[in-house]
């Protein structure tokens, strides 16, 4: 399967009053066309930062992005120019953002932040393949709202943001993104702002649009319950890594991260005697890192090593899945390509 | 909108009472009077020229007619500039004023709001510096030092425009120029401040994220936002610059109204003092008003009359 996204090694750096901030250290993320690919992790661990990083939005004087490969649609993007990002924004690669009371221009009306996409994308479609062109923006205003299950659109698009309540918005926030038709979606936490019916109707549209479409989409999300749905595969940050990651069904079935199983056995169904469990202490301070892993100050099986030495990813292997008896969907796995990995010594055997 | 209207015009109808009653006590605590002169006038021609104009009379009588007066338009006549009605002088001398205001108007905005943003979009650059460097100048600067420097160098070291007087296009240029010096440069500051706030906001990155190009950004996105405070600043702006600048007019000897409106005070031209009193804020009143009637085309968040959000 041809990778539409592909970033390798992914760094980014801010520069603060105190000094440098690693918000992202050695991220690799792929995605295939037709994928939906979960980043799930708590506030602040960088899932957001490397998102906007995968569409060149975090301004240079700031911010050092380094990658050791960073391909969109096959260009690389490494020594990417604003200009030269802002020809794949829009129609190749598109952004829903997380949050909508911000992410509207309070003075102009939902239509026109509409239209601007679609005049957009209607100008550089035509420069490709000529007398493509379609009219009627009007219409395609009123279609996408409707899409996006906006009632009155014909009413709606005249109106400004604040109009609209936060669920309407965050409606409008992912038809901004689906009017320039992209192939790659990354959507921050597109549905945090709704409401549950809501929610189950925006993420079966996005998943349609994916399947039919063939577009790949990044999803970002703190509710486990909406990566489980949509996912095909998930990745799983912990302070500015990703810890694990795999297909969805052998994610969550057979965590192997402590983070994750922490994670998975504090919601609410898995509290067994009517307690919910929780993970001990507070993830890290951006400005002192914990050495090694970055979660073994609060890893109840943490060794010697971790403190000294950060774990670089490996398959989960197959002994220790027999060992822990757990269930694998092997199949699947095999079948998708998409090995088992964490960054953890407990899987290590050299460590043994 | 047409309840806001008559309510706002009630509101300055009593605005305007207010004013003018507090100026004409405050006049008449002054001492001394209009026919007070170092050269003492014999007492009996004195009381015949007070007597002439009711000035003998009771203050409360003389504010009744007068109120009475004003009602009517009539802003009577002036004491010092004797035969001429202040209606003539403001009729007179207000156009002059009026276009030297306007063009500093015009000026003041466009020259500040170019800078601002300009330097917002290069903030710490040189031409940021630059911009901060002459709009710093421009604020502590005085008018009087601003325009001495401009007719030095302009109208001396290399005579491009005339120093005084006004009579045409080119004698406006280094009135207008002195005149919109401060509030350009205060423009200029409040621009960049607002826009780099404004480039910072979510909204921007969607922008960006749309694909969209820096002038479209900027264009459309970032200027409508941004220009939000410097309309608010409009009104009084406006108002201040119409009604002329007193030093402007010194020292460029154009024949606009702030001249009168200094000089009716030394002289106690009650009447002079008054009329222009109440033409400056019946001006000012105006010009609020009307920058909160453009306000909500601007920015749908604001209703006329009261604001949301």
Known sequence: MSDIVRVKGLHVTFSTFNGPVQAVRDVSLRLAAGEILGIVGESGCGKSVTVQAMMGLWPTAITTVEAAEHTVLGHDCRSFTESDWRTLRGTDIAMVFQDPMTALNPIVTIGKQLEEVIRLRQKRRRSDQKGAMTEGIAEEVIHLLRQVGIPEPERRRNQYPHELSGGMRQRVVIAMALAGKPKIILADEPTTALDVTTEAQILLLLQKLVREEGMGMIIISHNLRVIARLCDRVAVMYAGTIIEEGSIETVLTSPAHPYLQGLLSSLPESATDGRLTAIEGQPPDSYHMPTGCAFHPRCHKAMRICARITPTNSNVSDEYSKRERVQHVREHQQTRECPHQVSCWLYRPEVK | ?309
């Open chain 2, 1 to 309: 909108m047409g309840m806001y209207l008559v309510k706002r015009l009630t509101g300055a109808i009593v605005v305007m009472w207010a004013i003018i009653t507090i100026t004409f006590l405050l006049m008449h605590a002054i001492p001394g009077g209009p026919f007070t002169e170092e050269k003492k006038l014999p007492p009996q021609i004195k009381a015949s020229i007070e007597a002439t104009y009711h000035l003998d009379r009771p203050v409360w009588q003389q504010y009744t007619e007068y109120m009475g007066q004003i009602v009517k338009g009539d802003l009577g006549p002036s004491y010092k500039y004797i035969g001429r009605s202040v209606n003539d002088i403001v009729a007179e001398s207000f156009p002059v004023s009026a276009q030297l205001g306007f063009g500093a108007l015009v000026v003041a905005l466009v020259g500040g709001v170019i800078a601002g943003v300009i330097s917002a979009l290069r903030p710490n650059s040189w031409i940021d510096y630059g911009v901060t460097f002459f709009s710093t100048l421009g604020i502590s600067v005085p008018t009087f030092i601003i325009g001495a420097v401009l007719v030095y160098w302009l109208g001396f070291v290399w005579p491009i425009f005339p120093v005084a007087l006004w009579k045409g296009p080119s004698y406006m240029v280094l009135p207008i120029l002195t005149l919109a010096a401060q509030p350009m440069a205060f423009i200029a500051r409040l621009t960049r401040t607002t826009m780099i706030e404004v480039l910072q906001q979510e909204y921007i990155k969607t922008a960006r994220a749309k694909g969209l190009s820096q002038f479209q950004i900027v264009w459309h996105h970032a200027l409508g936002n941004a220009i939000l405070p410097v309309i608010t600043y409009i009104g009084p702006l406006a108002a201040a610059l119409f009604t002329g600048s007193f030093i402007v007019e010194t020292i460029f000897a154009i024949p606009g109204l702030g001249k009168y409106f200094v000089t009716s005070i030394y002289n106690r031209d009650y009447t002079v003092i008054l009329g222009v009193t109440m033409f400056y804020s019946a001006l000012v009143v105006a010009f609020n008003l009307l920058v909160d009637i453009v306000y909500p085309l601007i920015d749908p968040r604001v209703t006329v009359g009261r604001r949301r959000d």
